[in-house]
């Protein structure tokens, strides 16, 4: 009678322990949830339309009418990664600002400037550069056949058709 008791207190015992990791992985699935609540996100200025065809799926920016600077619309907007990256492209007088959630670990906010490569940013004190491209570009398995895509490196792109 002794054995069953023992062994029915060493299975209660063991079953609450799962109970408290769940609720750990609970607690710890809200709080990623409800960091990701707090990201500003910036909604696009216009829809993005389907690109034909026949069209560039990304354009390389030109020069405005003043012929003195790059016209940010094409980057403008929320744009996905993989693994939780994303990107909020954001006009501001001097240029654009990017959030972005690099990494699984990092985050930030980036002042940039659009030229005709794309835009030009200083993250972490490195220079970083946001190209036009496809999926393929990024090096990214999940965003291989995207269309519409910034690359800063090999392993880090966010796409958004």
Do not use: H
Not at 61 to 83: F, H, K, M, Q
Not at 113 to 142: C, H, S, W
Request: aromatic fraction near 4%; charged fraction near 20%; include cysteine.
């Amino acid at each position: 009678m002794l054995g069953k008791r023992m062994i029915v207190g060493v299975a209660l015992l063991a079953a609450g322990c799962s109970a408290n990791e769940r609720r750990d992985e609970g607690r710890a699935t809200q709080a990623a949830i409800d960091n990701s609540a707090e990201a500003t996100l910036v909604p696009a200025a216009s829809p993005t339309p389907t690109p034909s065809a026949s069209a560039s799926a990304t354009p390389t920016p030109g020069p405005s009418a003043s012929g003195t600077s790059v016209d940010a619309t094409p980057y403008l907007g929320r744009w996905i990664g993989v693994e939780g990256m994303v990107l909020n492209v954001a006009a501001v007088p001097a240029g654009v600002t990017l959030d972005m959630q690099y990494d699984l670990d990092n985050r930030g906010t980036f002042a940039g400037t659009v030229g005709p490569q794309g835009i030009a940013f200083t993250r972490n004190g490195l220079a970083e550069m946001l190209k036009p491209g496809d999926g393929a570009a990024t090096g990214l398995k999940y965003l291989a056949d995207k269309r519409d895509c910034l690359i800063v490196k090999s392993g880090e792109g966010y796409c958004r058709d």
